[in-house]
């Protein structure tokens, strides 16, 4: 369970990453393409967390979300 949310938590800040950092909540559902359960309960993690901010159904990844897609992603660290 806890690999699954992982999977998908990186997904959305990989999808969101590559997106400019801004995209709204049914775009950002249907690129994931994972179960609406399994979406929201991530979504949710990553707004609680300060990685991610829900503006007038608007999601933007903040720079505690850039930060922490940086350090899932080694390879691009030196970017932050």
Not at 14 to 39: A, H, M, P, Q, Y
Not at 53 to 75: M, P, Q, S, V
Request: overall charge positive; charged content about 30%.
């Amino acid at each position: 369970m806890l690999d699954d949310r992982r999977r998908v938590t990186n997904k959305i800040l990989n999808i969101l990453f590559k997106s400019s950092g801004k995209l709204d909540s049914f775009t950002l559902f249907g690129r994931c393409k994972v179960s609406f359960s399994e979406f929201s309960a991530s979504l949710r993690s990553l707004i609680d967390s300060g990685a991610l901010l829900e503006d007038d159904h608007f999601i933007h990844l903040t720079k505690a979300g850039r930060i922490e897609f940086f350090t899932e992603n080694e390879g691009v660290k030196n970017f932050v």
